[in-house]
């Protein structure tokens, strides 16, 4: 089985910064693309941001220049830098990661962490 396991939400004020993690666990034989999605009370879920194995980013037009993603192969892991948070940041953040899990077959299967809240406030 595989896991996501995302830490780092919380509570902070307007202009403030968060640093979420999410570590993939498990049988893994790789992973491409990872990243985070959020979804607001009453809202979609909507990209924040990917980033694939080679470095490669995308971002949500809503968190360009806020918000960077960065990803250490080794640990499984991705990160996402958050700063300059704003009211409208306020969701429950996903990990996702389209994950390999034997060499003996090329599918990918979509992983989802639990989510973790994010809620910015004076």
């Known amino acids: 089985q595989v896991q996501l396991v995302e830490s780092g939400g919380g509570l902070v004020q307007p202009g403030g910064s968060l640093r979420l993690s999410c570590a993939a666990s498990g049988i893994i034989f790789s992973i491409s693309s990872m990243g985070w999605y959020r979804q607001a009370p009453e809202g979609q879920r909507e990209l924040v941001a990917t980033?694939?194995?080679?470095?490669?980013?995308n971002y949500g037009d809503s968190v360009k220049g806020r918000f960077t993603i960065s990803r250490d192969n080794a640990k499984k892991t991705v990160y996402l830098q958050m700063n300059s948070l704003k009211l409208e940041d306020t969701a429950v953040y996903y990990c996702?990661?389209?994950?390999?899990?034997?060499?003996?077959?090329?599918?990918?299967?979509?992983?989802w962490g639990q989510g973790t809240q994010v809620s910015v406030s004076s």
């Open positions: 980033i694939n194995s080679g470095g490669r980013t």
């Open positions: 996702n990661g389209q994950i390999r899990p034997t060499g003996y077959s090329v599918r990918e299967y979509d992983y």
